[in-house]
């Protein structure tokens, strides 16, 4: 396999997290993996190679004039990279809108695809993550979109966890196929009409943001903007809540003398739902497997990250994709 191209500039913690991480997934997982960014920053790369890139996106700048102006920027030659034939995937905790960018503007989108989406799989307590998508990369969608959108998580879900029928549900506030604004009523309804069993896959109709985390669904589509309100949300009350219970296990001496006798049963269920372990978001429906990373990934979360992209690649996710999509 080619190696997995790694922004070691992008990211809150970079480029000390992301090349630990890197090295780790190199040295530990027998993943290969090449580095990009600025070699004189890169202190320990370790056996890893480097590709040399002068420039960094902020995170804050904006992501498409950026993409166009700093070319030689770590996250441009990274995709790049993949383009040319040098790596196999891209991975990024930088600039989301710029790693979006970048990877659409290098690699291109497979052909037949409208428009790319982000997949992020949203933990379930008991049983495979459900795939949300679009997180982020639309927000102004077209009800064709949406029915591409359910054909690429249909297809992730099942090549990244295992899901041999995924169930594709439509968010919505309501399961009544007239509940909805005008983008989910005429997104329902061509989505009725698809043959899902052709695609191995099934569609469930609406449902609502409570059901995203209770195994009601292994695919979850919907615009870019809905998308990425309701990740925020999750991500936020999964904090308020977390941060909660701590403080109510260290409220008195019995209650933490409770914690102590409950923690190792919690300790697993913290990290199947700690985003560190998730791996980070996919952006589907471009020419490449290209991983966006949260901005504050740390070693673990890049090791994951890379493990995801491997995956992927070795699943041949991206000639999946473009199977169905040339057959819809």
Request: proline share 5%; charged share 20%.
């Amino acid at each position: 396999m080619l190696p997995i191209a790694v922004d070691a500039m992008g990211g809150d913690h970079a480029p000390d997290q992301i090349v630990a991480g890197a090295r780790q997934a190199q040295e530990e997982d027998g993943i290969p993996v090449v580095l990009v960014g600025r070699s004189d920053q890169i202190r320990d790369p370790g056996p890893l190679e480097v590709i040399e890139a002068s420039e960094v996106i902020p995170m804050d700048a904006d992501p498409s004039g950026s993409v166009r102006r700093m070319k030689d920027s770590s996250l441009v030659r990274a995709a790049e990279a993949v383009r040319d034939g040098k790596a196999s995937a891209m991975v990024s905790a930088g600039n989301t809108g710029a790693t979006m960018a970048s990877a659409l503007l290098r690699m291109g989108r497979i052909r037949g695809v409208a428009r790319p989406a982000i997949a992020t799989p949203i933990p379930d307590p008991v049983g495979a993550p459900c795939v949300l998508l679009d997180a982020g990369a639309n927000s102004e969608c077209q009800p064709e979109w949406l029915v591409q959108f359910a054909l690429m998580g249909a297809i992730y879900s099942r090549d990244r966890y295992g899901v041999e029928c995924p169930k594709v549900g439509l968010l919505s506030i309501g399961e009544e196929p007239t509940k909805g604004n005008a983008l989910v009523k005429d997104a329902h309804k061509l989505l009725v009409d698809i043959d899902w069993d052709a695609l191995g896959a099934q569609f469930i109709g609406n449902i609502e943001g409570r059901d995203l985390m209770a195994s009601v669904a292994d695919v979850c589509v919907t615009d870019g903007f809905t998308g990425n309100v309701t990740l925020k949300s999750l991500e936020g009350g999964m904090r308020a809540l977390i941060g909660a219970l701590l403080g109510v296990f260290d409220s008195s001496d019995e209650a933490r003398d409770a914690a102590s006798t409950l923690m190792p049963a919690l300790s697993p269920l913290y990290a199947q739902l700690d985003p560190e372990n998730t791996g980070g978001a996919l952006m589907l429906g471009v020419d490449g497997v290209c991983i966006i990373s949260h901005g504050s990934s740390s070693a673990l979360a890049m090791r994951n990250a890379v493990g995801t992209a491997a995956e992927m690649v070795q699943a041949g996710l991206v000639e999946s994709i473009r199977t169905a999509v040339a057959r819809s």
